[in-house]
């Protein structure tokens, strides 16, 4: 008789850590990814593409920087192979493995503001990091998306790594953390940087030096990069490596307008984030946290809660990471939602407390309803986004592209090259039709406007002799406005120009593109 409380305790045990954690992971997951699922969205996006192309060309041989240009760090190539690997003949494999990523980071997160605030902050939290999934992510695929598990694990060590003073070994396996979501891109790494500012401040209070605790984090996130940078290395890739996802990227991030631009970026992309109500939560939570932070200002490091103290730095930390590349590109903005979601879960956790501060007589019947309440405004705020998602399922669905993959793949062969001018290799991806030149989107040609690389890229083409060239440009000829500036600097550009106008006839035009076939 004895054994049955402790059956049932252990019953109720599993019920609220593991089967009820999973079941809202797994609604948010469904929620936020349904609409991008390859039944539904068959045209992934542009980014999407050159991943895709990328990742299936490793599959064939081919090594990322060297064979195929783009400036994203590696690790996204990788993921998506495997993906193509698991299902070579469709998008499902790339799509389990998003599913993947995307459950674990609203299990993690979920797990943690339960953990520290209670079922009403997890709740709370959850919601909004799918609703702003389901406002950003689209149609997915992108670096920041992987990126997003790291972050939610690195807050959980985080927090657990405080009440413990820093251990070193903590300290390195946030670090390989890092190194990890660093290679899947370079800007989600503001946690990380949240990390070492308050190892370093702690230790000063503690009159400590900080340097072990700085190599250990150093070390951690060194792993996967050292890894990486050898393997690009033993593959005669490494320069170009260094050269596109880093040198370029100080050029692209360079070519706005400085403070006047980035301004009008920030409102704009935010603006995305006012869906379910997100970004009014994280930033009320915030000033919540602001005010929580304020009244233990002056027992910082032993009275106030780690995770508050957190997420009140990691958020303007995100925001500027976002705003440096001046353009507000949608997918950026996956990278604070883990932030933004632990500060939904902050506001529940903390108006109470703040409320309990006034001094009136029946505030603590107020406090215990508020949880309940906020939670409540939270769901309310998630109408738009129910209503919406008819038809975000079907823009989603919408594939402009299909003639024009279709025509390309009963009119080449397996083993035919096709060139997109422009940028959009998702064709070349989804026709399977390898392009003629490692620069199979030329965004890099017209930023850094360099004449070798333009000399390699036709010297590619003439060599290779791709059976198709499709024009996106819009223009109705193949030599009209091609490369004008560069061929008033290249002799190689001019008659490589020349012998395109010469040896390819247009066959046939899908809205404003042309497609031409080599006629030699």
Known sequence: ???????????????????VPSLVSMMGTLIALFPNNPANMTLPSRDSGVFLYIGWRFLNGDIPYRDVWDHKPPLIYFVDALGIALTSDSLWGVWFLQFICIFCTLFFIYKLLDREFGIYSALAGTITLTSGLLTILEKGNVTEEYALIFQALCFWLFVSAWRRDFPLRSSFWIGVLGG????????????WITYGLFLLAIRIVQRKLPFRDLLSLLAGWLVPSVILMLYLTSQGAFTEFWEQAFLY????????????RLIPVFLKGFAYLQNGWVLYLSVIGWFAALGYVWLKRNQLFTEAHPLILISLVNLPIEVFFITISGRSILHYYLTPLPVMAILAGT???TLPFLI????????????TGIPGIVLILI???????VSYYPSYLRVLSDDDYAPVIDYVSHNTNEGDQVLLIGAE????????????????YQYPLATLGRRPMFEEYFHQILENKPVFIIDTRGQSHLTEKLYT?????????????QYLGVNYQQVAQFDDWFVYRLIE
Request: proline fraction near 4%; hydrophobic fraction near 40%; aromatic fraction near 8%.
């Open 1 to 19: 008789m004895s054994s049955v409380p402790g059956a049932r305790i252990g019953r109720h045990s599993i019920v609220q850590e593991v089967i």
């Open 379 to 385: 769901l309310l705020g998630q109408w738009g986004q």
């Open 249 to 260: 990227n100080f050029v692209y991030i360079g070519k706005h307008e400085g403070i006047r």
């Open 425 to 440: 290799s998702v064709v070349n991806f989804l026709a399977r039709r390898e392009a003629p030149t490692r620069y199979v």
């Open 180 to 191: 990890i979501a660093f290679n899947f891109k370079q800007t989600t790494v503001g946690i």
């Open 347 to 349: 506001l529940v956790y």
């Open 485 to 497: 500036p560069m061929q008033k600097r290249s002799q190689i550009v001019r008659d490589g120009v």
């Open 356 to 367: 309990g501060k006034i001094p009136a007589r029946d505030v603590q019947k107020i406090q």
